[in-house]
């Protein structure tokens, strides 16, 4: 059977490359952006412009969002389940000798899966979705890598073997549905039958061939996978090559080459492992149905050689080409734009800045003008406080809105003048030598930072204060912090005040949790994001807005080492110590890889043309008077 799996793609492999490639384009450029769409326009009619910490719990109140999301995995599962029915129409033609009609292929694959949303084969769409990952991983991956998996929920399974073994277990039942479903999509789309009758039978083959049918499965799909990453990894040999030996002659244009890469080069590869997984995939689904169809294979093999034309070949040399030279244009332009940081951004060349949380809070009480004294005393690069009102106007530095829980008062932070406020001990609760700390006015740091270091101003507004953002602005001016700090709030309407009153300051949505659009809200120029909910998909979509994120509140080594790997800009800790020699040791690694590139461009260097002429004066010299060489030597 191999052999005719084999001369299926070797005859028309130049179609199914195209086709693939025609599916895939769609699927990324016009298909996923609708979903987008429809989700974002779901949303504001719901009305949510995106989900995040505060409104998160709204999503299961709001017949729209819920609706929207159901309409979203039918769509996706219907148009995974499309591509690959598209696939198997286009085998099956081929092994009847039938031409190869585009259109009639469309038509006919369409008119087959448009049964499945008949009640009785709706269970279809659940084999539809779990293809996704599958027939399109990396976009896949790209979208899934936004999200992030609630540490306590990985506590929870690691924290009895119980649960360990029924997740695997889930896992098991999960590849055998997909293996069955190998056999029930070709048996539902070729023979029309429903999902009923087409379950029954392909549960029949797999139960007496199980372990044979998931060996022959997984060893085609490696095999693909493996054979096609290397066909892949040689083609972009020598391009990468190129990058490194730009890389010997100007740092800026190997990081500017090598971040065009990432965002050419990269998905476009990605793109062309996604379709050589299809193929796989589908011809696998073909070769499976036929071997259940043959009562005289009883040991049928599988080949996951992929094999191609030269006309393929010819294809895929010059689409890689076009990709190299796409992404060449992209370098080009990220050199020529000036140095700014929203660029500094997109490229990942900024340098990862430490924000001590609250003051250096671990070592003084929080909030408190002894904790940013030994901030400042620590070298601290970046502060960050959080500013509330008192009932007479005041802006004070105080995390709580209430008092409890730093003094001991039980009263709201807006319901006392400062003359009160002042009066209150803010440090006792820290250690007793901090006995007598007062909460501080917004002005008294203001005046002990300035030229010293950077704000993180958190402003935590309240419809008791709605003078609050005037107020912060009023100061930052009055001290001239506008270029020196930043302003955030877990409020976007707050942003925009602050926007308003000055759209120069930098301000910086703080979430939790974010899904939706707020990547693009127009009064947030960064986002400080939980670190627990951090992701490299989030961390690659706000770097390419030319934004930064900021992660809080990182108090662990290996949290800190996760998130500066994955490319996060400002970690907040109260615990600076422990982040400060990581980015110690990766500015000694940045500074070490410099040097070896330093001595192996002099190493190959030609020489300068001074030191030739010199070279060729001495062996003149040494020609027309060797004694005279010798006595000078």
């Not at 500017?256 to 476009?268: C, D, G, K, Q, W």
Request: charged share 20%.
């Amino acid at each position: 059977m191999h052999a005719a799996a084999r001369s299926l793609l070797s005859s028309k492999g130049r179609v199914f490359l195209l086709f693939l490639l025609f599916y895939k384009v769609l699927t990324n450029f016009l298909f996923v952006p609708a979903l987008q769409l429809i989700w974002a326009l779901t949303l504001r009619f719901a009305p949510i412009r995106y989900l995040n910490n505060k409104t998160a719990s709204r999503i299961f109140a709001s017949p729209a969002i819920i609706g929207c999301i159901v309409v979203l995995a039918v769509l996706a599962a219907f148009w995974s389940l499309y591509e690959v029915a598209a696939m198997l129409q286009l085998l099956t033609r081929v092994r009847h000798g039938e031409p190869l009609r585009v259109g009639a292929v469309f038509r006919n694959a369409f008119c087959s899966l448009v049964r499945v949303f008949l009640p009785q084969n709706l269970p279809l769409l659940l084999y539809g979705a779990a293809l996704i990952p599958l027939t399109n991983f990396f976009l896949a991956a790209n979208h899934l890598t936004q999200f992030a998996v609630p540490e306590y929920l990985w506590g929870l399974l690691k924290a009895r073997a119980a649960n360990r073994f029924l997740f695997a277990l889930a896992v098991l039942c999960v590849l055998a549905l997909l293996l069955d479903g190998l056999v029930v999509l070709p048996k539902f789309l070729l023979e029309r039958k429903s999902f009923g009758c087409a379950f029954e039978e392909s549960l029949r083959v797999l139960c007496s061939r199980a372990g044979q049918l998931f060996a022959l499965a997984l060893r085609w799909m490696l095999t693909a996978a493996v054979r096609t990453g290397l066909m892949l990894l040689c083609g972009a040999l020598l391009f990468y090559c190129v990058i490194l030996g730009v890389g010997f002659a100007s740092t800026a244009a190997l990081l500017a080459l090598s971040r065009a890469a990432l965002l050419i080069e990269l998905p476009f590869l990605c793109l062309l492992m996604d379709c050589a997984m299809t193929a796989a995939q589908s011809t696998l689904t073909e070769a499976l149905y036929e071997v259940t169809r043959q009562s005289d294979a009883a040991q049928p093999t599988i080949s996951g050689e992929l094999p191609t034309l030269p006309r393929e070949q010819t294809v895929l040399a010059g689409m890689m080409a076009c990709a190299a030279l796409v992404t060449c244009g992209v370098a080009a332009v990220y050199l020529l734009f000036p140095q700014t940081q929203p660029l500094q951004s997109v490229l990942g060349l900024s340098d990862p800045v430490i924000t001590y949380h609250r003051g250096y809070s671990s070592r003084a009480p929080e909030n408190t003008m002894a904790a940013f004294e030994a901030a400042l005393e620590d070298g601290s690069p970046r502060i960050e406080l959080d500013v509330q009102m008192t009932a007479d106007g005041v802006a004070v530095v105080t995390h709580d809105t209430s008092l409890r829980r730093c003094t001991g008062c039980n009263a709201n932070i807006y319901d006392l003048p400062y003359a009160q406020v002042q009066q209150l001990d803010a440090g006792r609760w820290f250690h007793r030598q901090f006995a007598g700390a007062y909460i501080p006015t917004l002005e008294e740091v203001l005046a002990l930072c300035k030229g010293k270091a950077e704000l993180n101003i958190e402003i935590k507004p309240s419809t008791f204060t709605p003078t609050l953002e005037a107020e912060t602005v009023r100061l930052i001016h009055a001290y001239d912090y506008g270029a020196d700090c930043v302003v955030t709030s877990q409020s976007y309407e707050t942003l925009c005040k602050v926007k308003e009153l000055d759209p120069d300051i930098t301000t910086g949505y703080i979430l939790a949790l974010g899904v939706g659009t707020y990547y693009d809200l127009p009064a947030a120029d960064f986002f400080s994001v939980e670190s627990t909910f951090i992701t490299a998909g989030m961390v690659q979509q706000i770097h390419l807005r030319g934004k930064t994120i900021s992660a809080w509140t990182i108090n662990r080594q290996q949290d800190a080492e996760k998130l500066l790997q994955l490319g996060v800009d400002d970690l907040i800790t109260d615990k600076p110590e422990i982040i400060a020699p990581l980015l110690a040791r990766d500015k000694a690694l940045d500074n070490r890889l410099l040097w070896l590139r330093d001595q192996i461009q002099e190493l190959f260097a030609a020489p300068d043309a001074e030191e030739t002429m010199e070279v060729e004066e001495t062996i003149e010299d040494a020609i027309e008077d060797p004694e005279e060489v010798l006595d000078e030597a």
